[in-house]
């Protein structure tokens, strides 16, 4: 079956323009989580939803980023005033429930801010 | 909050051989810890994880041993081959294993 995907694959945008990275998990699945990962380091947590609701945003690093995935399946994340310090790979995962069943992770929006 | 130290950052083996990746963790209440195989342009997929109520797992070739004491964990690759080749990361969890703290990655080569 189809797994998680993301939208765009890539993304180049200019230093202070507002940006949203889209994903769509595996159909079923309740959990959803964003991740975002720096060149040659591991992913960095940023925020969970079961169901419609944010679970955990405590990774998110500041108020110009958000995130929402109002009918519980699809899931904008959106950054106001990009940085230079934003480029990274957006990675997006789902599970089946959360609470230690496997996240299945997409293969990544690349976002370089010029 | 928790930090994962993890090495060695490359790991260069011949085909066949074994291969270790060691991480700690420095939060006593981490209680999941998955690892994950990173291929060049595609996000992480999990190959095996342990919970802190067991100390070691394995799954075909890859085993994963854990000890809570020391707060170390680690991933043993055997006869590994050339498609073993890529990024793998380890990771923990404290809070109901939703929340990851992924380590810095370890780069694999298998040479043929």
């Known amino acids: 079956g189809a797994g998680v995907s993301q939208t765009p694959s890539n993304k180049v945008t200019e230093k202070g323009k507002y940006v949203e990275l889209r994903c769509d998990p595996i159909?079923?699945?309740?959990?959803l989580y964003w991740y975002r990962q720096s060149l040659g380091q591991g992913p960095e947590f940023l925020i969970y939803?079961?169901?419609?609701?944010?679970?955990?945003d405590s990774g998110l690093p500041n108020d110009r980023f958000f995130a929402v995935r109002p009918e519980g399946s699809v899931s904008t994340l959106k950054i106001q005033r990009t940085e230079r310090g934003d480029s990274a790979v957006y990675l997006c995962?789902?599970?089946f429930g959360g609470g230690g069943n496997e996240q299945y992770f997409g293969p990544g929006t690349r976002l370089t801010v010029t | 909050g928790e930090n994962v130290e993890q090495h060695p950052s490359t790991l260069s083996v011949q085909e066949g051989d074994s291969a270790v990746i060691k991480c700690t963790y420095s939060d006593s209440a981490s209680n999941y810890f998955p690892w994950y195989k990173q291929e060049l342009g595609k996000g992480p997929q999990l190959i095996i994880d342990i919970r802190s109520n067991v100390g070691e797992k394995k799954d075909q070739r890859i085993a994963v041993t854990l000890n809570k004491t020391a707060k170390h964990f680690s991933l043993h690759i055997t006869e590994t081959q050339p498609e073993d080749s890529a990024v793998y990361f380890c990771a923990a969890s404290t809070n109901n294993f939703n929340k990851f703290y992924f380590g810095s990655g370890t780069k694999l080569n298998v040479k043929p």
């Open positions: 939803f079961q169901g419609t609701g944010a679970a955990d």
């Open positions: 995962a789902s599970s």
């Open positions: 159909s079923g699945h309740t959990a």
